[in-house]
């Protein structure tokens, strides 16, 4: 995963975060699988439940084969 810039941040579409923050800057990137991944671990670690569902939502939603990897870890 490379590093996301300030710069390359600032240039990305609100729909490429999990979560809106402020008025300009979003958080929890989900441009790439890369960052989709980091931040379902990012989030499990240190966000609230209500940011844990909508991160796994968007982020299932973008990338539907994390879903059925995370389902196929617990058995389900």
């Known amino acids: 995963m490379a590093k ?6 600032k240039r990305l579409p609100k729909s490429a975060f999990a979560l809106k923050k402020g008025r300009y800057d979003g958080a929890y990137p989900i441009h790439d699988i890369a960052h ?18 909508e991160v796994k939502r968007k982020v299932y939603a973008k990338y539907p084969g994390l879903k059925k990897r ?4 617990k058995g389900k």
């Not at 996301?4 to 941040?9: H, M, P, R, S, V």
């Not at 989709?36 to 569902?53: C, D, M, Y």
């Open 4 to 9: 996301l810039t300030y710069k390359q941040k």
């Open 36 to 53: 989709a991944r980091n931040a379902l671990a990012r989030v499990s670690a240190h966000g609230t439940p209500t940011e844990k569902q």
């Open 70 to 73: 995370a389902q196929a870890r």
